[in-house]
């Protein structure tokens, strides 16, 4: 049986205009866009986009502009972008950059000529700060990367609060020689490095951070360095999943142990944290609220275009596992 906008319209309470309104991201409130898509997933309802087309100039299409879909924390924010999308009678569109400034020029471009409803967009640094409203003929909205970009509406982690939680937590556990390693593709890395700094300040420590390729390869290469070189720090902090994955690579293939010779944390609390060594400490972001809330104000950024920007700040969470143990005298690293 097949399901149409007037079986919507009577699941939510309302008419098949109100329906069509809420699906197009017409001006609808909010409460009545929830009850439209409640009805939605109840019925089954799969709204005929080739026939919107015909009426819109838009294709009822968005982008979505990602850094790198091999980091898992991306690809979960695109899975809960396209949840929200799909339920909201919106198709994706997934665009991969490779943290490629190029790239996200040549997608935006692509965006323009598919006529797309709409873009979230998670930028390198040098594409971040020229965004300006009014440069596309489409709404973007920034995620995990917000930079100086005030025409934007964005969603972002607090990194620079997350990146203090884990030095304070390390030197809760009695280490003082933390280095950090940070992604220098993005504002994320700049904020996270910011927010180590002026923790190990407070702390009366020293930093000592390195900006490196936000990869598993680059993490991987630095630790292996300190390993050959001696100049092992008591923990290290990495500021993405890829590049804490590398350091652990290294340690591995050092036969170095998790924290006896080096302690380790960082960010994204993916699957495989929980099982590396005696489990990493991590801070764990809110993948899926921040690729809902990004739907969410694409939306409403329609519904209001010419509302002010607004950037939402979401916390994360610090997840403690052994890698950050407190270490006994007998057990302390001497390098």
């Known amino acids: 049986m097949t399901v149409s906008i007037k079986d919507v319209a009577r699941a939510a309470g309302v008419s098949p205009a109100t329906v069509s309104r809420a699906l197009g991201g017409g001006p609808v409130s909010a409460e009545l866009r929830g009850q439209v898509e409640a009805a939605v997933k109840a019925t089954g309802y799969r709204p005929n986009l080739s026939a919107r087309r015909l009426r819109s100039r838009h294709s009822q299409t968005i982008g979505l502009i990602v850094a790198d879909i091999s980091n898992p924390f991306f690809t979960a924010v695109a899975r809960a972008v ?30 323009e000529e598919e006529r797309v409803t709409g873009v979230i967009f998670a930028p390198t640094r040098a594409s971040v700060d020229k965004l300006a409203r009014g440069t596309y003929n489409f709404p973007i909205v920034l995620i995990d990367r917000a930079g100086r970009a005030s025409g934007q509406d964005a969603v972002v982690l607090d990194n620079f609060a997350a990146a203090g939680m884990l030095v304070e937590h390390l030197v809760a556990q009695g280490y003082h020689r933390i280095t950090g390693l940070f992604g220098n593709a993005s504002t994320t890395g700049v904020e996270r490095h910011d927010g180590y700094v002026a923790a190990m300040r407070l702390a009366g420590l020293a930093p000592a951070a390195r900006f490196i ?11 292996r360095r300190w390993f050959t070189q001696g100049t092992v ?3 290290v902090i990495a500021s993405n999943g890829l590049m804490l994955m590398g350091v652990v690579r290294a340690m591995r293939a050092a036969g170095k142990r998790i924290p006896q010779d080096m302690a380790i944390a960082g960010f994204d609390n993916e699957s495989w944290t929980e099982l590396a060594g005696p489990g990493l400490t991590v801070i764990e972001q809110p993948v899926a609220d921040i690729g809902r809330t990004a739907m969410k104000l694409l939306l409403e950024r329609l519904d209001t275009p010419d509302a002010p920007a607004r950037k939402v700040v979401l916390g994360g969470r610090c997840v403690v596992r052994g890698s950050t143990s407190r270490i006994s ?7």
């Open 82 to 111: 396209e949840d929200a999308a799909y339920t909201a009678g919106l198709r994706v569109i997934l665009c991969n950059t490779d943290e490629n400034p190029q790239k996200e020029a040549m997608y935006l471009q692509l965006m």
């Open 213 to 223: 390729a936000p990869s598993i390869e680059a993490a991987e290469a630095e630790a």
């Open 233 to 235: 720090p008591e923990a």
């Open 329 to 335: 005298p007998a057990d302390a690293p001497t390098a």
